[in-house]
């Protein structure tokens, strides 16, 4: 399988790009024995209507995505090539696999453990550094991009960049739950140091997890420099209710929200 190649989304549109992550049609899918909801069908609607990216999540314990998803994907996007495959999981358990078996644009090396309920924190450093550094080599040589999922703490930045990572995801539930409780201005200030503590260190930047229609524009108006945003779980919910068309529309209008000037 050749390497998914496509330029930096940053470049291609100067804003943040969609990923949409697509774990949870799989959930739903694995419910019956009928392969209804399609993944790839999923994924084809969602970036006909302008998605710039598709981010899967393969557990270990198959719960959603699972192996076929990932490479029936990755054939799908032959047709698609200015898009990007990002594909997230633990390093030291499957992840690897399919890096070296689809060489997706991007993977993201999330410290999950097999039975986690969801994804809850970041790397930890300098603990991590040594056993993330031959995995983020071994991804680069394949000509993959290495993104480090992260808590939004400045001072490990420079440890995450001192591994070898292109990109630091940002780990953004916190942020999620401060603006639910009508707090997301005590939270941003965490997110907008990582970021550029990031960019200084030489690493771009991602965020994800529980992003939604409500908070995005908001953490993109205040967040510098982001460059791709994963949305699965509110982006699925809202699915079922406008289609995939109707929410890609809606969350790029939520980013372009971000970049256009504001009324003074
Ligand atoms: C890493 C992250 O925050 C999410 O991408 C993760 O994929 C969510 O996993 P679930 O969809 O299994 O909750
Ligand atoms: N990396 C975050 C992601 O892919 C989706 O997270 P969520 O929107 O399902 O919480």
Known sequence: MNPLVAPEPSARHGVTAL?????????????????IPSVTRAATLVLEAGAQGLTVHPRPDGRHIRAHDVHELAELLQDWPHVEFNIEGNPFHNLMDFVRAVRPHQCTFV???VGQFTSDHGWSFPQDAERLKPLIAEAQALGVRVSLF????????????????????????????????????????????????AMASGLGVNAG???????????LRAVPGVQEVSIGHAFIADALELGYAGTVRDYLRCIQRAYAPQAR
């Open 19 to 35: 990923s949409v992550n697509l774990n949870k049609v799989a959930l739903l899918r694995n419910t019956r024995h009928l392969g």
């Open 209 to 219: 997890h529980d992003l939604n229609r409500d908070n995005l524009t908001d953490f």
């Open 150 to 197: 992260m808590d939004p703490v400045p001072e490990a930045m420079a440890a995450a960049a001192a591994c070898g990572a292109d990109r630091i995801e940002l780990y953004t539930e916190g942020y999620a739950r401060a603006h639910l409780n009508g707090q997301a201005a005590q939270a941003l200030p965490a997110y907008v140091a990582a970021a550029e503590a």
């Open 111 to 113: 410290p999950d453990d």
